[in-house]
């Protein structure tokens, strides 16, 4: 991992002005390009319980057996999570809604608990796993084996690592312009083009690795201090696409000017799962929660849900433990 802002970071820095504020059931966001409302944003669904926070209830249980003790005294699982990544987790007039709390709910059905989500840094999730503060994260957080072994995005050790289990294939995709004009599919078809991007990210960092692969057709990079102002140009057709994360870019691509502005272009390029981040030695709560995710994988509720957030491109077909690398 290089020094550069990285995917998570990168992403946040983008989605900073992004303010989901419910208004008569419409969702206002700022930030992602220059077309703020968005009338046909997915209502959420979780509830609340007060600011920073949100609560899912479990209902049926088939899967309470499979929970360790702990659990099935206190019917509640305590989740840490940073609500400022549009559509995986964000707030909306002080609830916390999107992809990981509408899984929360369906995974809560299942194991016949709930799942009360509370809003925090990103930076110290793990720690507060680790501390006992919360018994999961569920947070867009990518799944490598740096953080399995205790390690942070910059090498530093920040505890004993942690187990996961993958919910959510991420990559880069390209956001173009609606009807894709140019007809890229792939970086490789950026050759001779010119592209945005925001400055000092890994998305920069991807264009340029391409520009040197395109050899003497070229690519031309205009960078950006902010991706808002990488989008615009995209819009305006003065460059072909942008770069952002796969579920960044199927949102923006959703909800920008009632989805009329943009498109994802092709699959995402380097993929790698998102992950519920569990400690290590609550093997048992791993298990379970993979049998969980398996059950709403195989009854068609996990589809449905990345359906409603626009973001079935990186659904998994098959659940792992510890699948990054």
């Known amino acids: 991992m290089t020094a550069r802002t990285t995917r998570r970071t990168a992403a946040l820095s983008r989605l900073a002005a992004v303010a ?13 390009g220059d077309q703020t409302k968005k009338d046909d944003a997915p209502p959420p ?13 479990g209902a049926s249980g088939s899967l309470f057996s499979k929970l360790p003790q702990k659990y099935q005294d206190s019917k509640v699982i305590q989740v840490g999570t940073d609500a400022s990544y549009a559509p995986m987790e964000q707030t909306d007039n002080g609830k916390i809604v999107g992809i990981d709390p509408d899984l929360g709910a369906a995974l809560g059905e299942k194991l016949g608990v709930t799942f009360k989500f509370t809003n925090g840094k990103f930076d110290g999730l793990i720690t507060s796993l680790q501390t006992g503060r919360s018994d999961i994260v569920m947070s867009a957080m990518s799944d490598t084996k740096a953080r399995q072994g205790g390690l942070d995005d910059k090498g530093k050790k920040i505890g004993t690592g942690v187990d996961f289990v993958d919910y959510y294939n991420s990559g880069s995709s390209l956001l173009v312009a609606k009807g ?11 050759c001779g083009q010119t592209v945005a991007v925001q400055r000092g990210t890994i998305y920069e960092d991807a264009f340029k690795k391409q520009k040197t ?17 990488a989008q615009t140009r995209v819009k305006a057709g003065g460059a072909v696409a942008d770069l952002n994360d796969t579920p960044v870019a199927a949102y923006i691509a959703q909800t920008s000017n009632k989805g009329a502005d943009f498109e994802v272009a092709g699959a995402p390029s380097d993929a790698g799962p998102f992950g519920i981040a569990v400690s290590k030695d609550d093997t048992q709560l791993r298990d379970a929660l993979k049998a969980a995710m398996d059950a709403i994988v195989a009854d068609g509720t996990y589809t449905k849900i990345l359906q409603k957030w626009n973001a079935t491109s990186g659904a998994l077909t098959t659940v792992a433990i510890n699948g990054g690398s």
């Open 180 to 190: 894709n004009p140019k007809g890229v599919k792939t970086l490789a078809d950026l």
């Open 45 to 57: 669904s979780s509830g609340a319980a007060g600011a920073g926070s949100a609560t899912t209830s």
């Open 213 to 229: 692969s395109c050899g003497s057709k070229g690519l031309t990079i205009q960078a950006f201090d902010t991706d808002a102002e």
């Open 20 to 32: 989901a504020v419910a208004v008569a059931g419409t969702l206002v966001l700022t930030g992602c």
